[in-house]
């Protein structure tokens, strides 16, 4: 995937196919040759064949024309299979790359819409508009074949091999911008489509049902305006070209008629101008009924490449697993419109082994640091440091099992309990002590009683977006996810925040477990049944840091002395 990630990547990707493509254009020069077969056997017929009445010509002349049609039949068929294969050749190559740029920008329709559009370039490669270009080239072949049957026969047909690439062109102008924004209108609307289809239940809970079908069908009203002035412009080029091609090969028909009255071309040539006329113009008009296919290949074509366009992902040096230690310095998170800060110029040190709460109103950004802090959101001024190491210094992947992260959502996927608990590593063959490894999870958090009174237990399969538990459950899962593989550092947006008596009880031990076997962890509570086992408070405000010290020091900075008094300490959970 590396060596895509720079500008040119669909061109990279379309270079493992050329062998593919080239064979097919190889077969497709002997496709056209084949395709003279039938003028020739025509000619042979009205010259030869009539006028002598030979019957055993006749049989023979046949037998090869047969065999001509079986072999051409066979050639379109090898390189139809050329491009199919080139087409999953393709697959191979750029659905890899795709997925994993498109997990990079979420929150883009270009990428949620992504693998349609390849699958749609994909269709495109092996469709009547791509054997229609292998043959375009074969235009001026059977245009000088008309010019030796007769000058003014290779005229016409040169005439109409001038006409049709007009009437293209100006099909091309007309239209490509209206299908480039059709295409992008439809790349929004199939976005919100899977939005809404992901939080149906509440939409349907909350009556909104009725007001969010109106609004999709308003983006495809303006999605099919579009597609519609394209389609009406399309089909007036398309009914101009028919128009010309069905003509021109009639015209044939009346000019060899009236050559052959003066004795300037015999009476097959008659038949085989108009057949070869009629050959000639074939792939231009079939470029032309399939333009909007092929106009929104390239369009696709272009949005995936810009997609994949970025810097190469240079190979880094292996850091050693990390102790746990975290710095931030000046880092800095602004907001979508460029205009302001979520996060301004936050700095703190944590050293291996502390827990830290971070506290602060809505709207502080909470969630947005530890996002910033477990690379899933990249800072726009400042450093993140682990270990003393830029964030930006570390393999991602190797990083990443190195941090326990709990979203505010919980974030389960389709697939069983098990799988989301080790996070799908089943899926890249690390089948070695996965079952004891995540039963082992579970039990640190105080999930394991839970997930066994589960269907199925450990194997109980979650639907899509992790449906088929509570919400409280899907807290708990995913909070077993986090300990997964002993990371050293843990980042836990609001762990207990649908968590009952019990699970509340079971998330403070499983802290007391991790400060007790020296893991840095940073959590985001909103409940004060967390405080005995923190050492240090932050207090987020407006994106600053507004407080940061230790526990017994901050808080009483924050509440007042009526409810200053900590909840009961848990057993072995002293403050640092």
Not at 454 to 478: K, M, T, Y
Request: charged share 20%; glycine share 8%; proline share 5%.
């Amino acid at each position: 995937m590396a060596e895509m990630a720079h500008h040119g990547a669909m061109r990279a990707a379309f270079a493992r196919c050329r062998r593919h493509f080239m064979a097919a254009a190889g077969f497709s020069a002997l496709v056209n040759l084949l395709y003279i077969v039938p003028t020739l056997y025509m000619l042979q017929v009205y010259d030869r064949v009539v006028p002598t009445q030979g019957r055993q010509t006749l049989f023979f002349l046949t037998l090869v024309l047969l065999f001509g049609l079986a072999t051409l039949a066979l050639l379109d068929r090898v390189r139809a299979r050329l491009l199919v294969r080139a087409g999953v050749v393709l697959d191979s190559v750029v659905a890899p790359a795709l997925l994993d740029a498109t997990l990079g920008r979420p929150d883009s329709a270009a990428a949620r819409a992504a693998l349609r559009d390849f699958d749609t370039m994909r269709g495109t490669l092996t469709g009547p508009g791509m054997l229609a270009l292998f043959d375009a080239p074969w235009t001026p072949v059977y245009v000088a074949v008309c010019f030796l049957v007769h000058p003014w026969i290779g005229a016409m047909a040169l005439a109409g091999a001038v006409i049709l690439p007009v009437i293209a062109w100006r099909n091309e102008r007309a239209t490509g911008d209206r299908l480039a924004r059709a295409q992008a209108a439809a790349g929004v609307a199939y976005a919100a489509q899977d939005s809404l289809l992901t939080s149906a239940e509440s939409i349907c809970a909350l009556g909104m049902r009725q007001a969010l079908v109106t609004r999709q069908l308003r983006h495809r009203r303006s999605m099919l305006a579009l597609q519609t002035e394209a389609g009406f412009r399309a089909g007036a080029y398309f009914t101009a070209t028919k128009f010309v091609r069905l003509a021109l090969q009639s015209l044939a028909l009346g000019l060899g008629a009236l050559l052959a009255v003066n004795d300037q071309i015999s009476g097959g040539a008659i038949f085989a101008s108009s057949f070869l006329i009629a050959r000639a113009l074939a792939p231009i008009e079939q470029l032309i009924g399939t333009w909007k296919a092929v106009a929104q290949a390239r369009g696709s074509y272009q949005m995936l490449d810009t997609l994949l366009a970025g810097p190469a992902a240079a190979m880094v040096t292996q850091l050693p697993a990390p102790r746990g230690a975290l710095r931030l310095d000046g880092v800095t998170v602004l907001n979508d419109s460029r205009d302001g800060a979520i996060l301004n110029a936050v700095s703190f040190d944590i050293r291996p082994g502390e827990v830290v709460a971070i506290v602060g109103p809505s709207g502080a950004g909470k969630s947005t640091l530890l996002r910033a802090i477990a690379g899933a959101l990249p800072v726009d001024r400042g450093t993140v440091r682990i270990d003393e190491a830029d964030i930006g210094d570390w393999d991602p992947e190797r990083l990443a099992r190195h941090i326990g992260y709990l979203p505010q959502d919980s974030a389960l996927f389709e697939g069983t309990v098990k799988e989301n608990i080790c996070r799908f590593a089943t899926e890249l063959g690390q089948t070695d002590d996965i079952d004891a490894a995540a039963v082992a999870a579970a039990k640190k958090v105080g999930a394991d009683a839970l997930i066994l009174r589960l269907p199925n237990g450990f194997d109980h399969r979650l639907r899509l977006g992790g449906r088929g538990v509570s919400a409280g459950q899907g807290q708990r899962i995913a909070l077993a996810r986090a300990v997964y593989g002993d990371p050293a550092l843990f980042i836990l947006d609001e762990p207990n925040a649908h968590l009952d008596a019990e699970g509340d009880a079971a998330l403070n031990a499983a802290l007391v477990a991790l400060k007790g076997e020296g893991r840095t962890v940073l959590v985001v509570s909103h409940k004060l049944s967390i405080l005995p086992v923190v050492d240090k408070l932050l207090v987020l405000r407006d994106g600053r840091v507004e407080l940061f010290g230790p526990r017994d020091e901050v808080l009483p900075k924050l509440m007042p002395a009526n409810v200053r008094r900590m909840p009961q300490a848990v057993p072995g959970a002293g403050a640092a």
